[in-house]
C-alpha cells in the first residue's frame, strides 16, 4: 500500500514541475500564458520546449 501512496506523490510532483511554466505565468497574470500553456504541453517534453516556456514565463511586460 505504501507503494501507491508513493506513487501518486511522485506522479504529483513531477506533474508540477512539468507544469511550473505554465503555473508561473498564471500566478504572475502574464498576458501569454495561454500561449506558454500551449508551449509547455505540446513541446514540454523536448527538455528545450520546457525550458523556452519557463524563461518565457519569467519575462515580465511593461505596462504602458
Same mark, same amino acid.
Given at each position: 500500500? @505504501? $507503494?501507491? &501512496?508513493?506513487?501518486?506523490? #511522485?506522479?504529483?510532483?513531477?506533474?508540477?514541475?512539468? &507544469?511550473?511554466?505554465? +503555473? $508561473?505565468?498564471?500566478? /504572475?497574470?502574464?498576458?501569454? /500564458?495561454?500561449? +506558454?500553456?500551449?508551449?509547455?504541453?505540446?513541446?514540454? #517534453?523536448? &527538455?528545450?520546449? #520546457?525550458?523556452? @516556456?519557463?524563461? #518565457?514565463?519569467?519575462?515580465?511586460? /511593461? /505596462?504602458?
Amino acid at each position: 500500500m @505504501a $507503494n501507491v &501512496f508513493t506513487g501518486i506523490f #511522485w506522479l504529483l510532483a513531477l506533474m508540477f514541475l512539468y &507544469f511550473l511554466p505554465y +503555473i $508561473n505565468a498564471h500566478e /504572475k497574470g502574464h498576458p501569454q /500564458k495561454e500561449a +506558454i500553456g500551449c508551449i509547455n504541453l505540446f513541446l514540454g #517534453w523536448t &527538455f528545450i520546449g #520546457w525550458v523556452v @516556456a519557463l524563461a #518565457w514565463s519569467c519575462t515580465t511586460q /511593461k /505596462k504602458e
